[in-house]
């Protein structure tokens, strides 16, 4: 978030600046100048003066560069975060992102393809005992849980979207934090999943699924692209 400060308190910073340059840089600072700095002859608004035509460009420079970076940045965070999407949901969840950047909303993308073993161990959450549950995601590479966790289904499904890509888990982000119970960002943020043509889970009831979004009819798309029998329990 874009943060403003009052023309007083910018002049300030440009002058703190300016002295800390003068004091870190000596030996960059051409020699007449310094000596004129050290003499006595540049003084104090002089010093602030020739600074703040400098710091003007720096600070034009920055004022314009998120607009003219950020589809670059965007590019380089959905590549490293969704490549493992099927491509065609990975187009939504593109859409997605960038539509709750429009809004001001920035979301994190945490989990997208998930291996059907990584699935199972979750299905066995709540369902099974707690050694059963721990042994299995040990065989997923996850970490044990407790028993106050495994008290809670956290999928009602064997098989997910997730498993063939065409679904992904995210979360609102806000001052660096997730926003994991800002009611009002993922409402906005489900808006938008839906409006693009997506599932969201934030309308389920069992479970409900806030930072779930996935394909509409996933499993038509899966039984499509994928050879081997789809089976959904």
Not at 29 to 41: Q, T
Not at 61 to 79: D, G, N
Not at 143 to 169: F, M, Q
């Amino acid at each position: 978030m874009t943060k403003f400060v009052s023309k007083r308190a910018f002049g300030e910073r440009v002058e703190y600046m300016c002295y800390a340059l003068v004091k870190t840089y000596n030996n960059k600072i051409p020699p007449i100048f310094l000596s004129k700095v050290k003499n006595g002859k540049i003084n104090r608004i002089q010093i602030l003066s020739i600074s703040k035509l400098f710091f003007f460009f720096i600070f034009a420079y920055f004022l314009f560069l998120p607009t003219r970076a950020e589809p670059y940045l965007w590019r380089i965070i959905l590549e490293i975060g969704l490549s493992d999407l099927n491509y065609q949901f990975r187009e939504y969840v593109e859409k997605f992102i960038t539509e709750c950047s429009k809004e001001g909303i920035n979301v994190w993308v945490y989990d997208t393809l998930r291996p059907k073993i990584v699935q199972k161990a979750l299905y066995s959450q709540g369902r099974e005992p707690l050694e059963v549950v721990n042994s299995i995601r040990e065989s997923a590479g996850l970490k044990p849980i407790d028993e106050r966790k495994n008290r809670y289904i956290v999928t009602r499904l064997r098989v997910s979207a997730h498993n063939y890509g065409l679904a992904a888990d995210f979360v609102p982000v806000g001052d660096g934090q997730p926003q994991w119970y800002n009611d009002e960002l993922w409402l906005r943020c489900g808006c938008i999943a839906l409006n693009l043509g997506m599932e969201w889970g934030g309308l389920w009831k069992k479970p409900f699924d806030r930072p779930h979004i996935q394909m509409k009819d996933w499993r038509k798309v899966a039984t499509f692209n994928n050879l081997e029998r789809l089976v959904i329990e």
